[in-house]
């Protein structure tokens, strides 16, 4: 295994434990207010810190997304196309994304420090620097996760492997083994 798979491996190990620890907590935090109201009291946070949650829930799962290099894309369009476009274009959408992500990073930095006079209504000790640093953190990891994963894109992009037909010829032939398994 290479530095850059296991790189890899523990960084998507990392996010999927965040992510998981995110839905878990939020899910506490959910069920538990609805208990409460339902108890006739209330919890006065409830409210913010369930949506930064679901902030952080969406950008850390979406890291975890580009590393697995599931995100939108239109992997059958780029497949079928001749060698020299298919690199073009994978060429090209690394370089908007990378940038995109780049700029994220920099101007969700350069708010922070905006923020930092800021806190959370219901709870004055939390600074909004500190909820608002998932945008800077995960538009960074995000350039990492592309980057990590470049090498396997760029040998299936080579080779006008289309990871979606992959991914559902897989499901099919699990259902298949599911079905016979369960016909035995």
Not at 10 to 24: D, F, G, M, Q, Y
Not at 70 to 89: E, I, K, Q, W, Y
Not at 152 to 162: C, D, L, T
Request: glycine share 6%; aromatic share 8%; with cysteine.
């Amino acid at each position: 295994m290479t530095l850059i798979d296991s790189s890899r491996y523990l960084l998507e190990r990392l996010l999927e434990a965040l992510t998981v620890i995110l839905l878990l907590a939020l899910t506490a935090i959910v069920i538990g207010a609805v208990g409460l109201r339902m108890l006739g009291s209330s919890i006065a946070w409830y409210d913010e810190v369930a949506s930064i949650g679901l902030a952080w829930l969406s950008f850390y799962g979406a890291n975890l997304a580009a590393l697995k290099r599931a995100h939108m894309g239109f992997p059958g369009l780029v497949s079928h196309a001749p060698a020299a476009v298919r690199t073009a274009l994978f060429i090209a959408s690394e370089v908007i994304v990378i940038g995109f992500f780049a700029v994220v990073a920099l101007y969700g930095y350069r708010v922070l420090e905006v923020l930092a006079w800021d806190s959370l209504v219901s709870l004055p000790w939390i600074g909004l620097d500190v909820t608002q640093s998932v945008i800077p953190i995960s538009a960074a990891l995000f350039i990492l996760c592309e980057l990590l994963s470049l090498p396997m894109a760029w040998r299936k992009m080579r080779s006008g492997v289309n990871s979606e037909a992959e991914e559902i010829e897989a499901a099919i032939r699990q259902a298949e083994e599911d079905l016979e398994e369960h016909r035995a």
